[in-house]
């Protein structure tokens, strides 16, 4: 089983070379299947408008096969508005299956025909657009159940696993409270404990809609309840725990404006919360005084922010600031990679 950047990694390089290859990827709710798939889309330089993501389960076998008509005293059947701009002499383009797992056997049995023949009645799609699928677990008990035989056959299937380097990466890129990133750099366990049973869950999309859906302005009853909502009571209170706890945290610009006094937190989860702050808010000016700060920190941190602040701005690996630190933690940040 694979993370999300390493199946991201593999996908792009098979349909790099070979566009026709279907994918699928399979894992829990919520672990970023289909970020992943728009991810790879993207790395293959598939513009917006020529992706489509097609929620399988929405629809009737109809809607893929076409809607007939009768021309010259025969049936046709005519593409929908789905694939029709992604017809022979089109162009590159990219088709994403979502929750193939939850749909009946008509719907399974044309995928796994358009999947081999990328065609049916007399519509052809365009050799360069790719097609991945994805799905959910059967034990997850989201309405998922095992795909026909022919049909697992004719695609490559990449089964999903938590990555927290992964998600800290995606959610740093969409600019995700450093504060949650923080806690569950300190709360790994939490990231992913998705539990059928219960209504709300802990997962690596519910995490991010905390961030960007729940004000943290609320009042603390309400967030909490707000956030119990969306990732379950015990992990909701963790994290406002751990977020009244970061409020401790000093001033970023007050750190780098002193690098070499400024105190150095205690609590560990303010410590994270201290690197991975200054580790989306790094430039090439203040990553110098950065250092100085980090360098004063336990291993552990020091490592959390050069990995995300390269991760961010791989161009300071040249500076001598770093190079002076690669070398004199050597044993630690090459034991890292």
């Not at 798939?37 to 917006?48: S, W």
């Not at 007939?68 to 929908?80: A, E, K, L, Q, Y």
């Not at 992604?86 to 025909?113: D, K, M, N, S």
């Amino acid at each position: 089983m694979l993370s999300f950047e390493e199946i991201k990694e593999a996908s792009t390089s098979i349909l790099e070379l070979h566009p026709e290859a279907p994918l699928m990827y399979t894992g829990a709710p919520g672990l970023g299947k289909t970020a992943c798939a728009l991810a790879v889309a993207k790395a293959l330089g598939i513009p917006a408008d020529r992706t489509s993501v097609i929620h399988l389960n929405d629809h009737d076998v109809i809607d893929f096969t076409g809607v007939p008509s009768i021309v010259d005293g025969m049936t046709i059947f005519n593409p929908s508005e789905m694939f029709y701009p992604f017809r022979e002499g089109t162009g590159p383009g990219f088709v994403l299956f979502e929750e193939l797992a939850q749909t009946p056997v008509p719907i399974q049995t044309w995928t796994g025909g358009f999947v081999e023949e990328r065609m049916f009645g007399k519509y052809k799609l365009d050799p360069e657009v790719r097609i991945i699928c994805t799905g959910n677990r059967a034990q997850d008990r989201s309405g998922a159940k095992p795909l026909l035989a022919h049909l697992n056959d004719r695609m490559i299937h990449f089964d999903m696993v938590t990555s927290l380097d992964d998600w800290c990466a995606h959610a740093m890129s969409i600019g995700v409270n450093p504060w949650l990133i923080a806690f569950l750099r300190l709360r790994p366990d939490l990231l992913n404990n998705f539990e059928p049973s219960q209504r709300s869950n802990g997962t690596q999309r519910s995490w991010v809609k905390v961030d960007k859906l729940i004000p943290m302005t609320l009042p603390t009853n309400q967030y909490l309840a707000a956030c119990s909502g969306k990732v379950g009571e015990a992990n909701a209170a963790e994290w406002v725990a751990a977020k009244d706890m970061m409020h401790k945290m000093p001033s970023i610009d007050a750190i780098r404006l002193h690098p070499d006094t400024m105190e150095i937190p205690t609590e560990p989860a303010v410590k994270f919360a201290v690197s991975t702050s200054m580790s989306m808010t790094a430039t090439a000016e203040c990553f110098g005084r950065d250092m100085v700060y980090i360098d004063r920190m336990p291993k552990e941190f020091q490592m959390v922010y050069v990995t995300d602040v390269l991760r961010l701005n791989p161009a300071l690996q040249a500076t001598p600031d770093f190079i002076a630190w690669a070398i004199a933690n050597k044993d630690i940040f090459l034991g890292s990679n």
